[in-house]
């Protein structure tokens, strides 16, 4: 598989902060690419540099084959753009905004087929304005496809959105990337980057920190499961720490998190403990560890604060 | 080219879909219109003077004189005794008492000046403006009658009137500039808006070229000006009259400079507003200076001198100049060509400034 988007020593500065901090990586054809982090970790910046829609202070960019830097246009006429936020025309209908940026560009996709894609057939002659958060978003989605793009670029495309909503815009992007299109998607949803995406960057003061495929990152930084529950009352983090089979732990307040290797030595011992001191626990489970773990441990932070 | 024509429709949609859009381009100038032609035209064109005449003086001058008055179509003379009328008028029910007192014959005839007392009430300001103007007039006249050159009395009550235009006819040209310069500043506002939700962002991420955004804005705004200025053409035309007694294509010239003029000003407006809610203070801070400095609602002559410098920099005033001239023939405030240098001034100026200010995002 070919790369279609190469980026090499990016770097964008606003004022004091390093908004892009030399960030290189490669997309290949035809994959779904995310970027992980936190808002403010540069992930839109990095996008919309590769967009075409903003300059870097250093770095190169190549789209397709094309230097954005020097042929913008000739980019932008062969991809496909969702920006975080976007309200549109409030006053025209879905056919209509289909229809005006469909002019935009050479050829055009039928608006028709685009409604039915993203399931909008209800809501065809509904205008803008009078469109729920979702359905705007599949909308959103049906603009960024209007060229027939070879690439498609989502930002944060579930950002506030409820399940329902967020499984549609799912399917969708799924069926895009069945038809053979490349993917970049931006997310601070770990479901969403796990479920998605065939690799994932992690991103984090404007620097990429990882680099691989979801289940890879997880289990190259963890080959052990979590216990999640909340304690009754405060206790020691030595003792949960030196809980048989435990490796690395986190308290938060009152909610606790345990990495083990063993699951049932573990169980067992908190068990005993817990039954030991009298020390209720409640919530209680066990998960195998996730993006956020791995996020978690490369940065000492959780994704959303 | 098929961008173009599609950016054309939405903005028509976008704005043929906004009622206040509506009510602002289209319903307020003819408001303006209709209000103010209801106060002028009803409260001067057809109005008449109750005056009394009190003849004390049975010289045929003084018959001479009551007849003079007789025949001003504006006046409904009654005579009467002194006290009777003197009485009337602080009743009300005169607006002027004129008396010709015992001996004004004879003091003419004596080759003397003899004297015609005028009473009124100075606090009825406005009609007394109107009132001794005519008076005087008409003595005038016999005055000139008297003095041989001719005999008999000719009372010529167009000449009082034809110096100057109805209120109406300078008001409507005013109204239509007026508008112009309205569609030309809040046009940038839906722009505005673009920016603020991203939208033109969004534009900027296809191939849309920004030349084509921009040119469909100014085709846009250029229709509906065109729109706006036949309106209130037909309106002040049908129901007050108003001509139009120029050349149409220097009025079609004139709307699309001083609607480009006004555009280009909007743009270097928004260049400097952040989002609507600034924006607007600053559409207001620019246009009601304009709306009363410009001699859109009375002539600049009546405006006090030290205002002079302001208002002859403002863009509106050769507008409003240059249309009136165009539209109903009034004498000319400034030439053609100076009102024509000042607009495309004030245009490159504002070209420049939004150019090297305006933002996309």
Known sequence: ?305 | MKAFRYLLLANARQFLREKAALFWTFLFPIFFILIFGAVFSGGMDNVSFDVGLVIEDDSAIAQNMSDAFGQVTAFKMTSGQRDDELKALQDGERRAVLVLEQGFGETIAMGGTANISVYYDPTQSSSVQILLPIVQKVVDNIDRALSGSTPRVQLNEQTLQSHSLRAIDYLVPGILAMALMQLGLFAVAPIVVDRENKVLKRLGATPLKRSTMIASTVVFNLIVAMMQAALIIIIARVVFHVPMMGNWLYLIGFIVLGTLTFLAMGYMLSAFAKNQQTLMPLIMFVQFPMMFLSGIFFPLEMMPGFLRPIMDAMPLTYLGDSIRQVMVESSAMHAHLINIGVLAGWFMVCLIVAVRFFRWE
């Open chain 1, 1 to 305: 598989m070919s790369a279609v988007i190469e980026v090499k020593n990016l770097r964008k500065v606003y004022g004091d902060i390093k908004a892009v901090d030399d960030v290189s990586f490669s997309v290949a054809e035809g994959e779904i690419f995310g970027m992980l982090g936190p808002n403010g970790a540069g992930k839109t910046t990095t996008m919309e540099i590769v967009e075409g829609i903003r300059n870097p202070d250093a770095g190169k960019v190549l789209v397709l084959g094309i230097d954005v830097k020097h042929h913008p246009r000739k980019v932008k006429t062969n991809i496909g753009v969702q920006l975080q936020t976007t309200s549109l025309y409030p006053r025209l209908t879905v056919r209509e905004v289909l229809k005006l940026f469909g002019s935009f560009f050479p050829r055009a996709v039928s608006g028709e087929r685009l409604i039915k894609l993203v399931g909008l057939e209800e809501s065809r002659n509904k205008r803008c304005a009078a469109l729920s958060g979702g359905q705007q978003q599949r909308l959103s989605i049906a603009l960024a496809l209007v060229n027939n793009p070879k690439i498609l670029f989502l930002d944060e495309p579930t950002s506030g959105l409820d399940p329902q909503s967020r499984h549609n815009i799912w399917s969708v992007i799924e069926y895009v990337r069945k038809k053979g299109k490349t993917v970049f998607i931006t997310t601070h949803y770990m479901e969403e980057a796990e479920r998605l995406c065939d690799r994932v960057a992690i991103i984090d003061h404007g620097k990429i920190i990882a680099v691989d495929k979801p289940d890879k990152l997880i289990s190259q930084h963890f080959q052990e499961q979590a216990i999640e529950f909340e304690l009754g009352q405060k206790i020691g983090e030595d003792e949960l720490r030196s809980l048989a089979s435990v490796t690395n732990m986190l308290l938060e307040e009152r909610k606790v998190t345990l990495y083990s290797n063993s699951i049932p030595t573990t169980i067992m011992a908190l068990m005993d403990m817990a039954k030991q001191k009298g020390i209720e626990l409640t919530n209680l489970y066990v998960r195998r560890a996730t993006l956020e773990d791995v996020f978690l441990k490369l940065t000492g932070r959780r994704i959303r604060e």
